[in-house]
């Protein structure tokens, strides 16, 4: 064969066990491109920081119209491919990233951005996300044709379990990019099964051109990727000190000197303990630590044990090989890579202080709108679990570079309802808002230059509302002029590639479950990581509970006879009853191992439900691939609807759930059956 007309038509694989292999081959990939394209946009893309679950929302489009196509476009999906290619050239062709004529530590509020504004660059990567994902759900979807709907189901289920268990592999061996596109370069072709010389051009040119991208960004010098971000350094010398800088995806993050030369030049570093003149500081906390300059520095105040605290272990791993000191080498420092807050509720030390110094990760959980990875440190449960861990005449401290006057009352307004006392406050700089607060269990532990007094009575975080950077609660006028966009644009592009929407009609059930589930899902990512830590472990180890519990239920579904649908519904709200009742401070007293137990059945109790519904409800559809394309759908409007959570709480999440819920049941009555 020569040319693309000359190739015979390609028919689809018949034979059942050939059907799951590529059924498992598929949503495998689907879900790893997913997760790949999560972790690697936000590493270039600044703007994402604001809608880290931008390409989330951006797959559940693709991979929904991706199954609504099926059925209307025969021909093979070579179009993703170079999609993919092509988002991966603009990325890097235009990258956003701060102006590094700022300041060390950066947030993302009023700072100077250099490249593509966020409404060029953001509806690009949406739109370019779902075209990418949509290939590879209409093989799936094709696969789900050739099945028994439950069976179909499952076989999709344990390829998105080894979609996540792959890229968790990669993301412990600190895999970059090219390795991630190597896969996809591979794995995407042998699923299309292209014939003739011309398709298989098609198919080679985009895949090698995607690699040869992604080794070249992969190969840049002193660069490194770490399960969270994409890591920069570069040696520095000031006279005779030399020293490192770092950014992080693009940000300005960490300078590396030795603790003597910072002291003299930035003299804030040495207050936690200047302040506390009559604390020995022996045992010190750092949270935050991470290339070990604060570390240093606690040795160089006397401390006899250190307990470092790094989210990151690639920073660690800088501190290391590039901080002068070498403090991680001390024989009285104690690294521990784990999340702040996590660490506080699983130890029983106390220390004569404990300091945050700069935790700013400049980085969001995965797939969630706007929980950041030290999000938690900042609510006034945080506070009172730091109060608890002190010795008598401790001090708890704090420093950053706050952009905000009102971000400094926050916390310094936190501080004082948990202490009972106004903190020390010292504002060595008006730049970038450089603050120090300290804090002792009693004002005698404290020595003031300064003391903060309220001007903006700005009220605290809390562990149901932990959002730092939003002033006021509410859903920003940015994000509902993006989400409204969003679901313009997601109803057009279901429309030209979809098909009409009145196939999707008998259906409105499968849409609203899609919504509620992905309410759910939510609440369970940020539950787990109040309870057990934001880090990338936790959050891969939730994500892949969540499918072996829709797992189970589809297994329980194909081998049992379950109850109607009132009962598995009256089940689901004594689940969503459970799960509002049982309060996360209680379960945060919990030993760790019995907060785990606790954990799971109050989170996975309804979503086991939840999938018997819809596993039951999806085995009597009439037409498997637009069923399970609206489900898809409604589970993006449900990532739409997370943002309730910024004016309202995550909690309140479980009662938008129950109402979705409760009209997927009224829906459902009224849905023909097949």
Same mark, same amino acid.
């Given at each position: 064969? %020569? /040319?693309?007309?000359? /190739? #015979? &038509?390609?028919?689809?694989?018949?034979? &059942?066990?050939? !059907? @799951? $292999? @590529?059924? $498992?081959?598929?949503?495998? +990939?689907?879900?790893?491109?997913?997760?790949?394209? =999560?972790? *690697?946009?936000?590493? %270039? !893309?600044?703007?994402?920081?604001?809608? /880290? %679950?931008? !390409?989330?929302?951006?797959?559940? +489009?693709? =991979?929904?119209?991706?199954?609504?196509?099926?059925?209307? /476009? #025969?021909?093979?999906?070579?179009?993703?491919?170079?999609?993919?290619?092509? +988002? !991966? *050239?603009?990325?890097?062709?235009? #990258? $956003?990233?701060? %102006?590094?004529?700022?300041?060390?530590? =950066?947030?993302?509020?009023?700072?100077?951005?250099?490249? &593509?504004p966020a409404w060029a660059v953001l509806p690009v990567v949406f739109l370019a996300v779902a075209a990418v994902l949509m290939g590879p759900a209409q093989l799936v979807a094709e696969c789900f044709a050739d099945l028994e709907r439950l069976d179909a189901y499952r076989w999709d289920l344990v390829g998105s379990l080894l979609g996540i268990g792959a890229f968790t592999a990669l993301s412990f061996l600190y895999a970059p990019p090219v390795v991630w596109g190597a896969i996809v370069a591979v794995v995407y072709p042998v699923l299309l099964a292209p014939r003739g010389w011309l398709r298989r051009m098609l198919v080679v040119v985009p895949a090698l051109s995607l690699v040869a991208m992604l080794a070249a960004e992969s190969s840049v010098p002193q660069t490194l990727w770490s399960p969270y971000s994409k890591l920069t350094w570069r040696a520095a010398t000031w006279y005779d000190h030399q020293g490192t800088h770092i950014t992080s995806n693009g940000v300005p993050h960490q300078s590396v000197w030795d603790a003597g030369y910072r002291l003299k030049e930035s003299p804030f570093y040495g207050y936690p303990y200047t302040r506390t003149p009559a604390n020995p500081h022996r045992d010190v906390l750092i949270v935050g630590a991470g290339t070990g300059t604060d570390v240093a520095i606690a040795l160089a105040y006397g401390a006899t044990r250190v307990d470092a605290v790094e989210i990151d272990p690639r920073l660690k791993e800088l501190g290391d090989e590039r901080n002068p000191d070498r403090p991680y080498s001390d024989p009285r420092v104690h690294v521990h890579v784990d999340d702040g807050r996590a660490f506080l509720s699983s130890t029983s030390r106390e220390y004569d202080l404990i300091l945050f110094a700069l935790p700013d990760s400049l980085t969001l959980v995965p797939g969630q709108g706007a929980l950041r990875l030290e999000s938690y440190l900042f609510t006034r449960e945080a506070f009172e679990s730091a109060r608890g861990h002190l010795k008598e005449g401790g001090a708890f401290a704090m420093y950053n570079f706050y952009r905000e006057r009102w971000l400094v009352d926050r916390l310094a307004g936190t501080a004082a309802s948990v202490f009972g006392h106004s903190p020390c406050l010292d504002v060595p700089s008006q730049a970038g808002q450089l603050a120090v607060m300290t804090v002792g269990t009693s004002e005698a532990a404290q020595s003031c230059e300064a003391r903060w007094q309220d001007q903006s009575s700005v009220a605290p975080a809390t562990d149901d509302r932990p959002f730092l950077y939003l002033r006021e609660a509410g859903v920003p006028g940015l994000h509902l002029a993006v989400l409204g966009l969003i679901l313009a644009v997601s109803l057009l592009m279901v429309r030209v590639f979809g098909g009409p929407l009145r196939q999707m009609r008998p259906y409105g059930d499968l849409v609203l479950l899609g919504a509620a589930f992905m309410l759910l899902e939510t609440k369970s990512i940020t539950g787990f990581a109040l309870l057990f830590g934001t880090t990338w472990v936790v959050n891969a180890v939730v994500f892949a509970g969540v499918l072996v519990a829709v797992l189970a239920a589809v297994e329980v579904t194909r081998r049992f006879r379950t109850p109607s649908p009132p009962v598995m519904f009256g089940l689901l709200f004594a689940g969503l009853a459970l799960a509002w009742l049982v309060p996360q401070p209680w379960l945060l007293t919990l030993p760790v191992p019995l907060r785990a137990v606790a954990a799971v059945v109050v989170a996975f109790l309804p979503i086991f439900a939840a999938n018997i519904i819809f596993a039951r409800r999806f085995e009597g559809t009439a037409d498997a691939t637009t069923a399970f394309g609206a489900n898809l759908l409604g589970a993006m409007i449900g990532g739409c609807l997370e943002y309730l959570g910024l004016a309202t709480g995550y909690h309140f999440l479980l009662l938008v759930a129950a109402l979705l819920y409760l009209a997927a049941f009224a829906a459902g009555r009224r849905a023909a059956p097949a």
């Open positions: 064969m %020569n /040319s693309l007309e000359e /190739s #015979p &038509p390609e028919s689809p694989v018949r034979s &059942p066990s050939r !059907v @799951r $292999v @590529r059924l $498992v081959a598929g949503s495998a +990939l689907m879900l790893f491109l997913e997760l790949a394209l =999560i972790r *690697w946009t936000g590493s %270039n !893309v600044v703007h994402l920081a604001y809608f /880290s %679950n931008f !390409v989330l929302l951006g797959s559940f +489009l693709g =991979i929904g119209v991706g199954f609504l196509r099926a059925g209307r /476009s #025969p021909g093979r999906p070579y179009a993703s491919l170079f999609a993919l290619t092509a +988002l !991966v *050239w603009f990325v890097l062709s235009f #990258p $956003v990233t701060i %102006n590094r004529s700022g300041s060390d530590v =950066i947030y993302f509020t009023a700072v100077a951005l250099e490249g &593509p």
